[in-house]
T-cell receptor
Framework: SQQGEEDPQALSIQEGENATMNCSYK?????LQWYRQNSGRGLVHLIL???NEREKHSGRLRVTLDTSKKSSSLLITASRAADTASYFC??????????WGAGTKLIIKP | GAVVSQHPSWVICKSGTSVKIECRSL??????MFWYRQFPKQSLMLMAT?????????EQGVEKDKFLINHASLTLSTLTVTSAHPEDSSFYIC???????????FGPGTRLTVL
């Protein structure tokens, strides 16, 4: 099921620029996860941030979580053409079932 | 939207036995399906890409001899966990991405418990 909302729906930037995507959700969560999906491929897990964490880094990725606002952001720094993909956030409910956002389509222009 | 079903929804088995999980596309022809595994409180991890009529493509770290995937028709992909052990206990989910879009349609998942 889909409950989260992501914005923007699509984002096009120049290579080298930073890309920021946001995700909002409605219920209490155990954790929030970000995934990437290249066209026609499966979802690839990027980062998991727990509800008691506020920020997490992985390489060029930075994820923040604000549980008071029920929102998260994914920042990709120094973007590359290979970062072109759709990015999804997912939260897990009390039954540990994933609830997905609609995704942000990111296009990196060379 | 596309409908994906999985069977069984929940299975409990003894250690050492093999378990087959079916993933069916009910209203479309799926040339490609994806298999994921999710441990409690953890992320969805892509295991393999199932290709109709050809060998599956496995992600790094996934043992192809342990997780056998067969995609014999456009509506059915199966995942067989061979010689299951307690550490294989997990939630297994299949999905399909319609051609030309990035929308994934997930099956309801199969919860495997190995005793």
């Amino acid at each position: 099921s889909q409950q989260g909302e992501e914005d923007p729906q699509a984002l096009s930037i120049q290579e080298g620029e930073n890309a920021t995507m946001n995700c909002s959700y409605k219920t209490s969560i155990n954790n929030l996860q970000w995934y990437r999906q290249n066209s026609g491929r499966g979802l690839v897990h990027l980062i998991l941030i727990r509800s008691n964490e506020r920020e997490k880094h992985s390489g060029r990725l930075r994820v923040t979580l604000d549980t008071s606002k029920k929102s998260s952001s994914l920042l990709i720094t120094a973007s590359r053409a290979a970062d072109t993909a759709s990015y999804f956030c997912a939260t897990d409910d009390s039954n540990y079932q994933l609830i997905w956002g609609a995704g942000t389509k990111l296009i990196i222009k060379p | 939207g596309a409908v994906v079903s999985q069977h069984p929804s929940w299975v409990i088995c003894k250690s050492g036995t093999s378990v087959k999980i079916e993933c069916r596309s009910l209203d479309f022809q799926a040339t490609t399906m994806f298999w994921y595994r999710q441990f409690p409180k953890q992320s969805l991890m892509l295991m393999a890409t199932s290709n109709e009529g050809s060998k599956a493509t496995y992600e790094q770290g996934v043992e192809k001899d342990k997780f056998l995937i067969n995609h014999a028709s456009l509506t059915l992909s199966t995942l067989t966990v061979t010689s299951a052990h307690p550490e294989d206990s997990s939630f297994y989910i299949c999905s399909h991405a319609t051609s030309g879009t990035d929308t994934q349609y997930f099956g309801p998942g199969t919860r495997l418990t190995v005793l």
